[in-house]
């Protein structure tokens, strides 16, 4: 079974950064996507940044050029800094490790806010 464990997010103010790393564990499993997902409250969850085991990466649109996807999918590890914050980044940031065709664990969720 897929463990995942999920660091960073808090309280940050306008033009700050945050970093949030998620470490996935469970033997046996070879993930071949890993990403972040963000959701305000009563909206769609949507994508932040996600990379393949083959390198390809797909970021948000709001994310580009203020957010640096980081990976290890041998350590089963990704990280997400992002810097230049913003209030309307202010959500709750989950990860989530993708195997196989169907097979997906998501992480529990952390919340950042951006406010002064």
């Known amino acids: 079974q897929v463990q995942i464990v999920e660091s960073g997010g808090g309280l940050v103010q306008p033009g700050g950064s945050l970093n949030l790393s998620c470490v996935a564990s469970?033997?046996?499993?070879?993930?071949?996507?890993m990403g972040w997902y963000r959701q305000v409250s009563g909206k769609q969850r949507e994508l932040v940044a996600k990379?393949?085991?083959?390198?390809?990466?797909d970021y948000g649109d709001f994310a580009e050029g203020r957010f640096t996807l980081s990976s290890d999918f041998a350590a089963k590890t990704i990280t997400l800094q992002m810097n230049n914050l913003k209030p309307e980044d202010t959500a709750v940031y989950s990860c989530v490790f993708q195997w196989g065709m169907r097979g997906a664990k998501w992480g529990r969720g952390t919340q950042v806010t951006v406010s002064s």
């Open positions: 469970g033997d046996g499993y070879w993930f071949n996507v």
């Open positions: 990379i393949t085991s083959a390198g390809a990466r």
